[in-house]
Structure formats: C-alpha cells, structure tokens
C-alpha cells in the first residue's frame, strides 16, 4: 500500500469552493490507487479572528484555553473536507490531532511533536478510506490539548509521513514552490526545483511562509522529501530533499520578515541573564542573541508574544532605562549552502544597505544564512536590492522593468564591495 501524505494550508481551504476543489484533488489521487492522508489548516483567517476574538477578553489569554479555542479552527475544516469527499463518493473519515495519535509536549502555543501513534490512521487506510487530519495540534502525555505553533500543520503532515512510511510529504499552498525571494516583493525572482533540507530549515526560521521550520527540522531528522506545491495548479513545484543537486548558485534565496523585535539592553553585566530568563517566562524564543562588551542585542519573533503590552510592561518594571524594545525593525536574510566560506557575500550585503542608505542595526552569518537587521521600511528595498546583488540570474529568468531601479542599485553596490 502506498500511502501519500498531503496537506493543504489555510489559502487552499478558504472556503467551501476551494474546499471542494481539494476534494476532487484528493479524489482523484484516491483513484490512483494511493493510500491518502490529508492534513489540513484552519480555513481562510479562521485562526486569526478566534485570536482576534480571545484579544477582546485579554490582552493576555491564557495559554491552555487559547490552545482549546484554536484547534477549532481546523476542526471545522477537516470535517467539511471530509464532508466534500464523501458527497464525491470517496469514503473518508476526519480525526482531531489527538485522535490521530500526535503526542506532543505539554507546552501550550508552542508544542514539539515527542511521537506519532497513528494505529487508528493506519486501520481506516486498510479500510480504504482517506483520513483527514487536522493539522496544527495534538494531545500531551497529561492528556492536555495542545498546539504546535503558527505553521504547525506542515509539522503534523511531516511526522504523520514520517511515522506512516510514506514516500514523500506534500505540502500544497497558494504557491508553486519556494522562490528566491517573494514574487510580490522581488518580480524577477524564480522558482527553485530543488533545495536541500538544511537550506529550507534555515529560510524558515528566517521568515520563509512557504514551509514551517520545525516541520523541515522534522524531516531533515528522518531524511524524508518534502514536495511544495500550489494547491489548486499543475507543475511539479520544488522539492526540498536531504542533498539535491546545485544549480551553482551560492546564494539560493533572499527572505525577509517584519514580525519581530529588537531588545537593546545596555548593561550585559547586570541584566543579561535576567533578561534571557525573563524571556524564558514569556515563551519568547530568541532568534539571535549578541554580545558586545557593554551591549547586547536580542532579536525575537512577536508571533511568540501573546500579550505585547505584556511584554513591554515586564521589561520597563524589571530593566528601566538600561532596555529598549524596538518594533519598528524587520531582517532580510540571504540563505545558501556555504555562506561563511569568505566574506564576499557578506560585504556585498553591508554595501547594498549603505547604497539604499538602509541602517542595519544588527548583523549575523552562519554557514547556511546571512542576515541584516533594518528598520520596517527598508525591508522591501534591501530584499530587491540582495536578491540582485547575490542571486545571479539564470538563462531565461529576465529583470522586471520595475526592477530596475533596485538593480542599479545593486550594481552600484557591488562596486562599492569591490573597492572595500
């Protein structure tokens, strides 16, 4: 028995229409005489209005009723999808997180997937049903319901494939792959066939919306291929496997993201660790830390910050004058296998941020990811101007006339690299 594991993010399953359009999908890959899994998303900004809603009781909802408020959402998708397939004559069954066997930590908002016991999956498969699975959530060994986080349904679709033996793990959304940098934002910018499993987890944690970066890490762990896809086309889309063959580029994509903070503290002797574990209390994670001899600058993402207000109160009653939160501050990465093997990519980054002029406040590169960070609004035209300056176009991928503009200034950039 083949089975193939799918899932479909919240764009795909927006509303009924979109929902019935999975439905003959999935239909006919179940007529193919596959063995089908779907996992699925809250429907459309479902997730964002019961946030939005449990925002008006609290600023600071507690983390356990929030958890059993927002699995609703994708609840109510995997029973309409199931719905969908049954009127197409497809037997089909819907199971929570729980139901499914996801085995989870006991943290609220940002649980880790410890096992899968999909023994109930497997016995409906043999039955020749498709399961459809809500993504996002599961169950702790306190028997408390739990979510994975935003994007935590790519996470459930990886470790469902993963304990299942299935080949691959598909992964379908509104685009048709991952990109070197955002269409929206870069439009010369082209679609990568495949990119490596460690590349992908470092674009995720870096911003990329087209994978979750704990479902990469999953999969990079089991080395099990992921397929990105668009949900409602045709192509073959990208695949992110363990070592897929290079393209020659150094550089394979530019990412950005503007939902994060930047924490100045000014006294490293005296607060640092108070500050790192305060954060700790919060749930915060860190997406970088550094250390000078007096500064120390904390970048964290607000997706973690459930009460903002919370958090700002916190740092001013415990810190005072030696902390600033900054909000008005975004990174843009630049992601590529072997970045630290000298400095060119590096000082190409820093002369295209002095020719928009861009202020980078904070500067960081490892072997897999370079990133600066700016303020909110030079994001956009720092992504264009890396994307020109570091990815070389390939035969057939032309310059947009409104890009043109960025890339005299990524020429001009690269002039100034080459003179430092």
């Known amino acids: 028995?083949?089975?193939?594991?799918?899932?479909?993010?919240?764009?795909?399953?927006?509303?009924?229409?979109?929902?019935?359009?999975?439905?003959?999908?999935?239909?006919?890959?179940?007529?193919?005489?596959?063995?089908?899994?779907?996992?699925?998303?809250?429907?459309?900004?479902?997730?964002?209005?019961?946030?939005?809603?449990?925002?008006?009781?609290?600023?600071?909802?507690?983390?356990?009723?929030?958890?059993?408020?927002?699995?609703?959402?994708?609840?109510?998708?995997?029973?309409?999808l199931s719905m969908a397939l049954q009127e197409l004559g497809v037997p089909a069954v819907s199971f929570t997180g729980s139901q499914s066997g996801i085995i989870t930590t006991n943290e609220h908002s940002q649980a880790r997937?410890?096992?899968?016991?999909?023994?109930?999956?497997?016995?409906?498969?043999?039955?020749?049903?498709?399961?459809?699975?809500?993504g996002f959530q599961g169950v702790s060994r306190d028997r408390e319901i739990t979510t994975l986080g935003r994007g935590g349904s790519d996470t459930t679709a990886v470790a469902l494939a993963a304990a299942l033996g299935a080949e691959a793990c598909e992964i379908y959304?509104?685009?048709?792959?991952?990109?070197?940098?955002?269409?929206?934002?870069?439009?010369?910018?082209?679609?990568?066939?495949?990119?490596?499993?460690?590349?992908?987890?470092?674009?995720?944690?870096?911003?990329?919306?087209?994978?979750?970066?704990?479902?990469?890490?999953?999969?990079?762990?089991?080395?099990?291929?992921?397929?990105?896809?668009?949900?409602?086309?045709?192509?073959?889309?990208?695949?992110?496997?363990?070592?897929?063959?290079?393209?020659?580029?150094?550089?394979?994509?530019?990412?950005?993201?503007?939902?994060?903070?930047?924490?100045?503290?000014g006294d490293v002797a005296g607060h640092l660790p108070a500050l790192l574990d305060f954060l700790d209390g919060l749930r915060v994670r860190a997406r970088k830390v550094s250390v000078e001899a007096a500064r120390a600058l904390v970048v964290i993402p607000l997706q973690d910050v459930h009460g903002i207000s919370t958090l700002r109160a916190g740092l001013r009653s415990r810190f005072g004058d030696a902390v600033r939160l900054r909000e008005d501050v975004g990174t843009v990465s630049a992601v590529g296998a072997g970045l630290d093997a000298d400095f060119t990519p590096y000082r190409e980054a820093l002369a295209c941020a002095a020719a928009i002029p861009a202020a980078v406040h904070a500067s960081w590169m490892t072997a897999l990811q370079l990133t600066l960070v700016v303020d909110l609004d030079q994001v956009k035209p720092l992504t264009r101007a890396l994307h020109l300056a570091l990815i070389p176009s390939l035969p057939g991928i032309s310059v947009a006339p409104q890009a043109a503009d960025a890339q005299q200034e990524a020429s001009g950039a690269r002039a100034v690299a080459e003179r430092r």
């Open 113 to 134: 997937i410890l096992e899968v016991r999909p023994s109930r999956v497997r016995e409906e498969l043999e039955k020749g049903r498709v399961v459809v699975v809500a």
């Open 1 to 80: 028995m083949k089975i193939v594991v799918q899932k479909y993010g919240g764009s795909s399953v927006a509303d009924v229409a979109r929902i019935r359009k999975v439905a003959e999908r999935v239909v006919a890959r179940h007529r193919q005489g596959d063995a089908v899994v779907v996992v699925v998303s809250a429907m459309g900004r479902t997730t964002d209005e019961l946030l939005a809603t449990a925002k008006q009781v609290s600023a600071d909802p507690p983390r356990r009723e929030l958890d059993m408020l927002l699995t609703c959402g994708e609840r109510i998708s995997m029973a309409v």
């Open 173 to 265: 959304s509104d685009v048709d792959g991952v990109y070197s940098a955002d269409p929206r934002v870069v439009p010369e910018a082209s679609r990568l066939d495949t990119l490596s499993l460690d590349e992908m987890q470092a674009l995720a944690s870096a911003g990329a919306k087209v994978l979750n970066a704990q479902a990469v890490e999953f999969a990079r762990e089991r080395e099990l291929p992921i397929d990105a896809r668009h949900a409602h086309g045709e192509g073959q889309g990208t695949r992110v496997l363990l070592a897929p063959s290079g393209d020659g580029r150094r550089v394979k994509s530019i990412t950005a993201e503007t939902q994060v903070a930047l924490i100045e503290l």
